[in-house]
């Protein structure tokens, strides 16, 4: 098969189809706005091939996007990150936006569809050899730096358009499961915190004995376990024969250790600090899954992780008393409030004692134990969406170099 070897210059739509973001005193942090036309930043893409990130936008009025209309995205757009974490792209999907506009640190390429697959460039740029490319041959000034003159001139070997095509098809139904793993393991989490909410916070099955009903979506076994009346406690009106207790009966806050990103071992271990995932490392600190609790900086953030992962010194991670399950004491945490305990001005951090003291409602064994059997379904069908969704990841980076090289033929 025949390769032809050209730039990312020359298959760009048009003039205008490679462009820089605007200029930074052109769009200022002041400019945003809470909704409008959506400004991709680099939090929107990633290193390799993750899915575009849709819910960590900013926003500008129409009277911005139009003065600076030049840096305009369209879906199918390319998108490039030419300051800071260098190698990271995104393909500007279809929804949920008609048109965007790029920030000051990132590029966009539009690619000419007579020329090539806009996916299969967007495949391209965003695998191994080129990421290792681009970074290997950046400017270092501080802060690592591509520019447009770089992007356009970047190389790429493309085949005809008929392989393009199906090798674009093979990828993108891997990507496609991959991507509907995630919205089905979304999609039991809201429903475990729904149960939770109904179940503990709302006390809905007690309110509906209590009216003479039968409890909503609730099997007959399973409403049987609640109490029909509500009494007077200390956390106020709770089911009857349910307990207020304190954090500290049901969960250990336990302190994460401090890991210098410099000494770091490359390996595949997430590493978690308040923020959230912050790199990976080649030893675990705990076994998975996991709780996560931001404990200095991001305060209060809460995180589950399903595999062995290192918590620093900037999070606590959750060890559950005896008959409390880890799930439960997940869903606890989410709904205390934690983010408003800042217990320190100058360094924004949560105080373990402060945090035990807060009142929580444990309700009665058979009531928990049936709450931690749904939780248990949901988690195992997550659990073998994540192991089908890594074992299609690895099948697809394996994939992607041998479609790239034209040595997998496609019939």
């Avoid at 189809?17 to 200022?28: E, Q």
């Amino acid at each position: 098969m025949s390769f032809d070897l050209t730039t990312l210059g020359e298959i760009a739509l048009g003039s205008d189809g490679a462009v820089d973001g605007p200029f930074g005193s052109n769009l200022k942090a002041s400019s945003y706005t809470e909704s409008g036309i959506p400004v991709i930043r680099g939090s929107n893409l990633s290193l390799g091939l993750d899915e575009f990130k849709s819910d960590e936008f900013v926003y500008v009025d129409d009277d911005t996007y139009i003065r600076l209309a030049r840096s305009e995205c369209l879906p199918q757009d390319i998108i490039f990150t030419k300051k800071g974490t260098l190698g990271q792209t995104g393909f500007v999907p279809q929804e949920p936006y008609s048109s965007y506009l790029i920030s000051s640190n990132q590029m966009r390429l539009r690619v000419d569809p007579a020329k090539a697959n806009p996916k299969y460039v967007y495949y391209w740029v965003s695998s191994k050899q080129a990421i290792d490319k681009i970074r290997g041959e950046s400017e270092y000034t501080g802060v690592p730096k591509i520019n447009l003159n770089y992007l356009k001139k970047l190389p790429i070997s493309l085949p005809p358009l008929s392989y393009q095509n199906s090798a674009v098809k093979i990828l993108d139904s891997l990507n496609d499961k991959i991507a509907l793993n995630t919205q089905t393991n979304q999609t039991l989490e809201e429903m475990a915190q729904t149960i939770f909410k109904s179940w503990f916070v709302n006390f809905d099955p007690v309110k509906a004995k209590m009216n003479g009903e039968h409890p909503e979506g609730m099997d007959a076994a399973t409403a049987s376990l609640f109490p029909d009346k509500l009494v007077e406690s200390e956390l106020g009106l709770i089911p009857e024969g349910w307990e207020p207790k304190q954090l500290k009966d049901i969960l250990e806050l336990a302190y994460g250790k401090a890991l210098k990103k410099t000494d770091r071992v490359e390996g595949n271990v997430p590493v978690y600090g308040s923020g959230g995932l912050t790199g990976y490392h080649n030893q675990s600190l705990v076994e998975g899954p996991g709780v996560i609790v931001g404990r200095k900086g991001t305060v209060g953030s809460v995180y589950w992780e399903p595999k062995a992962f290192f918590p620093i010194d900037t999070v606590f991670y959750v060890k559950p008393k005896a008959g409390y399950s880890l799930k439960y004491c997940h869903l606890v945490l989410q709904n205390l409030g934690l983010k408003n305990m800042n217990t320190d001005a100058a360094v924004p951090g949560l105080n373990r004692k402060n945090a035990y003291r807060l009142g929580v409602l444990t309700p009665s064994p058979v009531v928990l134990n049936k709450f931690n059997i749904i939780m248990q379904s949901f988690q195992c069908q997550i659990d073998a969406n994540n192991v089908q969704s890594t074992n299609l990841s690895l099948l697809r980076d394996i994939l992607l170099p041998e479609l790239l090289s034209g040595n997998l033929l496609i019939p």
